[in-house]
């Protein structure tokens, strides 16, 4: 399950952007207690989340996720960002072999001067009849900017990078790979499709040289 659960800070920070929901529906106590019924219902082994506030986090919605049987880990956006990313997984379905969270900030990169991260976990199926590969599961809240797709690409490029040293294994294969996130993009979109096709055509794309040569300079 993945699932942006917006920030209350950003939401308040951002009011301008909810005006046609009635207010008593944005507060933070009514929004919660309805997220996590969601949650339940749906009861999936796995969560990502996106844009989870750190101090509803701690004091809130980890210790609800534990509750139901969750295990969590979370990294917060760099800068002065109130939130970030969480993968939640249930521990009686996986053993948990490795976090690492991933930062897309580079002071001497102008391309990524953004506060956006991923987190990527290793996580072993606890499956009791046969011997059964590590999963690689990743989350993802990449930049909003709609103009700015250059962004999007480098960051995704980043976070699929590193997708791929965790998911390699010992003989060369790549053990399963869920890719989960708000990749602020849509159906059709170069992202999207270079997600899905694994390829990018920049012909004719804003992107501009500065961008493919970074690619293929540090990501090959």
Request: hydrophobic share 40%; proline share 6%.
């Amino acid at each position: 399950m993945s699932y942006n659960i917006l920030s209350q800070d950003l939401l308040e920070d951002n009011s301008h952007l909810y005006r046609h929901c009635r207010r008593p529906v944005l507060h933070w106590s009514f929004r919660f207690p309805n997220i996590l019924k969601e949650i339940k219902h749906f009861d999936a082994d796995v969560l990502c989340l996106q844009e989870v506030q750190e101090d509803h986090y701690g004091a809130e919605i980890r210790p609800s996720l534990e509750s139901l049987g969750y295990h969590c880990e979370y990294k917060m956006r760099t800068g002065r960002k109130p939130d970030g990313c969480a993968i939640c997984f249930k521990h009686s379905k996986f053993s948990l072999l490795s976090v690492n969270p991933v930062e897309f900030f580079r002071p001497d990169i102008s391309l990524l001067d953004r506060d956006n991260v991923g987190l990527v976990l290793l996580l072993q199926p606890k499956i009791a009849c046969a011997a059964s590969p590590a999963i690689c599961v990743a989350n993802t809240h990449l930049l909003y900017n709609p103009r700015r797709g250059d962004i999007k690409l480098t960051q995704l490029a980043m976070l699929l990078a590193e997708i791929s040293s965790v998911a390699h294994q010992k003989d060369g294969s790549f053990c399963p790979i869920v890719m989960c996130g708000d990749f602020n993009s849509v159906p059709g979109s170069p992202l999207y499709s270079f997600i899905k096709e694994g390829k990018l055509n920049y012909e004719g794309l804003p992107i501009g040289k500065i961008v493919i040569t970074w690619l293929f300079k540090n990501l090959g």
